[in-house]
């Protein structure tokens, strides 16, 4: 504060440089009228002399870093402020006094009156900064020149000096409010200025006070490593929870991180859950430090009462990636997203081959829209075979993206691109509708499932309504439309997913869980998810034939299904000697290359009426079941 005061004594200088000339005119005039009184003279010399020193002292200031400087320096530059200000004081009074008691009753007395006078008037706004300053140059100015007055014994100098005298204790009174009112505007612009560069939940910079931080480290020619970091699904702990428990988290890793900051580093929350970090660590040592804030961030906390876990995805751009701070910015945004395409929970460093990946993927997020929009897209269909019967009973739908120039597009490249940009619900909406029109063309005991992604269950999109609109009009039965999810789409807010497959349900939907015997938390939502179907995913058949254990797993999940009602799907069944193993177990359905590959619906429908030999079908290439990524996997 006081570095702020003492910089307003030296906010005018244009002020100071006219009123010395000023003076030092009037009193060059008073020599003149006087016919060249030498007093007057030396007076105009010194008022110039004084002038010239509050320059040098106003020049000095100017080459003084304030926020940097010492306390020496500071009361040295106040010093000399005080100085030039009392000088001019005393040589202001000086002149009036002078001119009042030799020159009494002629017009150059009234000359330095005005003078006098008007000086007193103007010194209250002059140093407000410091009262003390403005108080005795008051003082000084006006006790002699009184005196003078006074001593006249002429009736109309004393009215003078009475009027002085009242002039003299208002200027002095008011000197300490406008200091009053300037240290309080001085402090409302201090918090102006702070909350123009400050987070108000973290305390620590904004997005505004970052960049001026950082630009003024490139400007000065240091090098900086941007470090980008964002907490994952934030949006739905805000939801969950609410946002106090937002908010509270915002602050809890505000805190972290600036407990892990080393001298030098610049943090700051550039967004609602975006933060930043510059730093002059270099690339392995800021990957060591991401490191370190993914665990941290990454375990349990209590906040406003409620349990909550988070995970950070960051992103890293070493010093010297780019000839820009702008550059820069862009390096560890694309370093950013990588972390997040590859699974959140981690960091990515910024590399040249990162940014030739990060451009391809965005020429096929380009050509997606086009694609969608062309109708490059189609579906293939893959039948699930009733062990007893050797007939199908389901065919589940999988989605193919033709692309003219670069073929068949793998769905591990275009589903999470999908989910990602939100394109999802456009080609969600269209496989569940062309996946309907397809089912009616099948015999009525067949019916069709369609994989869902965690995006579809947003709650800006209506899955529900679609669904049940799409029945409606195209008149299938309900219960011939099977929903698949995984535990992924369960992540983000399974309150919100759960409500919604009830509803589904209600519809007359049946829903199955996808991928079971992957995840860390299957059995937990067999206990309250509202589901008909769990399908063994092809990963865990594979074991079979292979591994007893695996064996000896699937007998307890079949067993478990039996339990709790619900029917079974084993997918990715390729060879004869997994066939066999599970044609032992009480399974609903059995789905794989053994049987059939995905195909058109054309070639479809003459399949599904017809029984298969299971002991006499061939095994097919490995990869029995639907390939990785046909299923809407949750990447957003």
């Known amino acids: 504060m006081k570095s702020e005061l003492v910089a307003a004594l030296y906010g005018t200088p244009g002020t100071i440089t006219t009123g010395a000339i000023m003076v030092a005119a009037v009193m060059a005039a008073a020599a003149v009228l006087t016919g060249g009184d030498a007093v007057f003279g030396l007076m105009t010399a010194a008022m110039l002399a004084i002038g010239a020193f509050r320059q040098i002292a106003h020049r000095r200031f100017m080459r003084v870093d304030l926020p940097k400087a010492s306390d020496a320096e500071i009361d040295r530059l106040e010093r000399l402020a005080m100085f030039g200000a009392w000088s001019t004081a005393a040589l202001v009074s000086s002149f009036g006094s002078y001119a009042v008691l030799k020159y009494t009753y002629q017009p150059v007395a009234v000359l330095a009156i005005a003078q006098t006078i008007g000086y007193l008037a103007g010194v209250s706004g002059r140093n407000s900064s410091r009262p003390l300053i403005t108080r005795v140059q008051i003082l000084i100015a006006a006790v002699p020149f009184l005196l003078a007055l006074a001593s006249t014994g002429d009736a109309a100098y004393v009215v003078i000096g009475l009027t002085v005298a009242l002039t ?85 890793f505000g805190d972290m991180l600036s407990a892990e900051l080393r001298r030098g580093d610049i943090a700051a929350r550039t967004g609602g859950d975006e933060f930043m970090v510059a730093t002059s660590r270099d690339a392995p040592e800021a990957a060591t430090f991401a490191r370190r ?26 010093a010297g990636c780019a000839s820009s701070i702008d550059e820069a910015l862009k390096c560890v945004d694309i370093a950013l997203y990588r972390a997040k395409l590859e699974g959140r929970n981690r960091f990515a460093v910024y590399t040249e081959a990162i940014q030739d990946e990060h451009e391809d993927g965005r020429a096929i997020e380009a050509e997606l829209r086009e694609g969608i929009r062309r109708g490059e897209f189609s579906l293939e269909f893959q039948p699930i075979y009733n062990p007893r019967s050797g007939t199908a009973t389901m065919a589940e739908t999988l989605l193919r993206w033709n692309h003219p120039r670069r073929g068949v597009v793998s769905p591990e490249i275009f589903i999470p691109l999908a989910e990602r940009t939100g394109l999802i619900t456009v080609l969600g909406a269209w496989v569940l509708d062309q996946a309907i029109r397809t089912a009616l063309t099948w015999p009525r005991s067949v019916g069709v499932s369609v994989n869902v992604s965690a995006r579809q269950f947003d709650r800006g999109h209506d899955l529900v309504g679609l669904v049940a609109a799409l029945l409606r009009l195209h008149g299938l039965e309900p219960h011939r439309l099977t929903i698949e999810i995984t535990e992924s789409s369960l992540i983000a807010d399974a309150e919100h997913v759960t409500a919604r497959l009830v509803a589904l349900r209600a519809l007359g939907v049946r829903i199955a869980l996808d991928d079971f015997g992957t995840g860390y938390s299957s059995l937990s939502y067999l206990a309250h998810l509202p589901i008909d179907t769990i399908k063994i995913d092809q990963a865990f058949t594979q074991e079979l034939g292979s591994s007893r254990k695996a064996e000896y797993l699937m007998n307890a999940i ?42 058109t619906a054309e070639k479809l429908l003459p399949m599904i009426g017809n029984r298969v030999a299971t002991g006499r079908t061939k095994s097919a290439r490995p990869g029995g079941g639907p390939r990785k990524g046909d299923r809407f996997s949750e990447v957003a």
């Open 293 to 318: 804030l993914v665990m941290l961030l990454g375990s349990q906390r209590v906040l406003a009462g409620r349990h909550v876990t988070a995970t950070a995805s960051i992103g890293i751009a070493p």
């Open 168 to 252: 003299t204790v208002l200027t002095f009174s008011s000197a300490q409010v406008i200091h009053r009112m300037f240290v309080a505007r001085l402090r409302t612009m201090r918090e102006l200025e702070t909350l123009a560069v400050n987070d108000t939940i973290t305390s620590l910079y904004n997005r505004r006070g970052f960049m001026r931080e950082i630009r003024a480290i490139a400007t000065a020619g240091q090098p900086v490593t941007l470090i980008s970091i964002d907490i994952d699904r934030f949006k739905g702990i805000n939801d969950s929870f609410g946002h106090d428990v937002g908010d509270a988290l915002l602050q809890s």
């Open 558 to 599: 079949t067993q478990l299904a039996h339990d709790l009602k619900l029917r079974l799907i084993v997918e990715g069944v390729e060879t004869q000697e997994q066939l066999a193993i599970i044609q032992k177990h009480a399974t609903h359905g059995i789905q794989g290359f053994v049987f059939a590959r995905p195909m």
